[in-house]
């Protein structure tokens, strides 16, 4: 099946044949018609499969049909849960709909309010935001919603587990009631079923692969970790390899983001901090310097673990495991970006092996345990045993690494990283022998 297939615009048509995309994926073939034809949807789909574009094209060919209305307000709504995903869509948006001049304008936290205020002051046809900023605009009488025409929930289970939909049910509450409304999950079950009852009329249901199918294009490796020198040296080890070519290394706090982000850049290594806690400006500098591949190391929380899209990433390290087993899945995605093959790697300690179960038990898939030799785990570590995920563990048909890295002939530490103690990234020797994180203000290199 070719784009020419879906009816699209020939705008569209045009912008996607200037961006080099002929036949659709399986998410957006599917989706693509049911939208066009007007009905409400429920979709899931894996990370990686041009899920964007599977609401962005249907909604940009709703807007090459002219509105009646003489309104500012959008005809397209797209929520969404943070400001790189929000960015991510916006960037779509212009891009497929360059030739059908579709105003877009992207709402979120951290930007001034004086440069937002002037947006919404313009005619504007998509209006992308995250939910609290949004609703902070509608109160103060900002934005004239009367003539929406499609309302786009994208990560709903993501806006759910951040406590969202409070905020999402209240919006949707001032929204045109005859509207369509999309619905994008990674899965539909508990109480993302109650909220798409709720806010849907007799959807179309479309999942493109089960949860236990995804990442095949992935080769998934788990590295057991005696304490934090151990696994720093781990670290180090890793991102000096020659293979690696952009990568994300994900921790479980800000701080830790910061403070590993610092030791890494005096180890030589080009690296920026990515967090909720540095304004839009310094994440939008970093991200593109990301993507120019002015960083090779990217050190971030969980926000980076939806809406980031650079093809250059061939590793994701989780340094930290996930709170919440599904960020697993949305972390190492960020690699095997269309089509192309990915590593991610995990480090895992005696404490957090129940941790690593639930991981195994949501994908479905055993991570079986690597080894760098000279980089031994000294501490013995069972691994709880799986449940029944198939007739044999998978680890997408790749034995685990007792050799190090290719071309590696001994796969002993170099680099630095080893600072602080013998602790290294970050870390300091406490007295009483416990770690801590360093003291001293950290930097985001953005």
């Known amino acids: 099946m070719s784009f020419e297939n879906l009816d699209l615009h020939p705008s569209i048509l045009h912008a996607l044949q200037e961006a080099g995309y002929t036949e659709p994926t399986p998410i957006q073939a599917q989706a693509i018609p049911e939208i066009m034809a007007g ?71 951290g930007m001034p309010y004086p440069l937002q205020n002037k947006l919404l002051s313009q005619p504007l046809d998509i209006l992308v935001a995250t939910p609290g900023r949004l609703l902070d605009h509608m109160e103060r009488g900002r934005i004239d919603l009367a003539r929406l025409q499609m309302l786009v929930l994208d990560e709903a289970d993501r806006m759910l ?88 290394v994900f921790t479980s706090t800000k701080r830790h983001a910061d403070v590993l982000a610092e030791d890494l850049h005096a180890a030589g290594h080009k690296v920026a901090a990515l967090h909720g806690d540095m304004t839009q400006g310094a994440r939008n500098r970093t991200l593109t310097k990301l993507r120019h591949g002015d960083i090779n190391v990217l050190v971030a929380t969980d926000v980076a673990a939806r809406g980031i899209d650079v093809a250059g990433i061939s590793h994701v390290i989780n340094y930290d495991l996930p709170k919440f087993a599904e960020d697993y899945v949305h972390r190492i995605g960020r690699t095997g970006r269309a089509g192309k093959s990915g590593i991610a790697i995990s480090f895992a300690s005696h404490a957090e092996r129940f941790q690593l179960r639930k991981i195994e038990q949501f994908t479905g898939h055993r991570l079986e345990a690597s080894v760098i030799a000279g ?33 590696s002939k001994n ?35 953005a």
């Open 375 to 407: 980089l031994e785990p000294q501490k013995r570590i069972q691994q709880p045993k799986p449940h029944k995920f198939g007739d044999r563990p998978r680890n997408s048909g790749h034995p685990a690494n007792k050799s190090g890295h290719p071309g």
């Open 411 to 445: 796969g002993g530490y170099k680099g630095a990283g080893n600072r602080n103690g013998g602790q290294g990234y970050g870390g300091e020797k406490r007295r009483d022998g416990e770690k801590s994180f360093s003291k001293r203000p950290g930097r985001s290199f």
């Open 39 to 109: 009905h409400d949807l429920m979709a899931s789909a894996q990370t990686g499969t041009g899920k964007t574009a599977a609401f962005t094209l249907p909604a940009l060919n709703l807007l090459a049909t002219p509105h009646p209305s003489k309104s500012r307000g959008p005809r397209i709504l797209v929520l969404v849960p943070t400001r790189e995903l929000a960015q991510q869509v916006n960037d779509a948006a212009r891009k497929y709909g360059k030739f059908i001049r579709a105003r877009t304008v992207s709402i979120v936290g």
């Open 161 to 248: 587990d951040m406590g969202f939909m409070p905020d999402i049910e209240r919006i949707t509450a001032a929204l045109p009631g005859e509207r369509q409304t999309l619905m994008f999950s990674a899965t539909f079950e508990g109480e993302i079923a109650r909220i798409a009852k709720q806010l849907l009329k007799e959807p179309k249901t479309i999942q493109i692969a089960a949860q236990q199918a995804k990442h095949e294009n992935i080769e998934q490796r788990l590295h057991f970790v005696d304490d934090m020198g151990h696994k720093n040296k781990l670290l180090e080890h890793l991102l000096i390899a020659p293979e690696v070519n952009q990568a994300i």
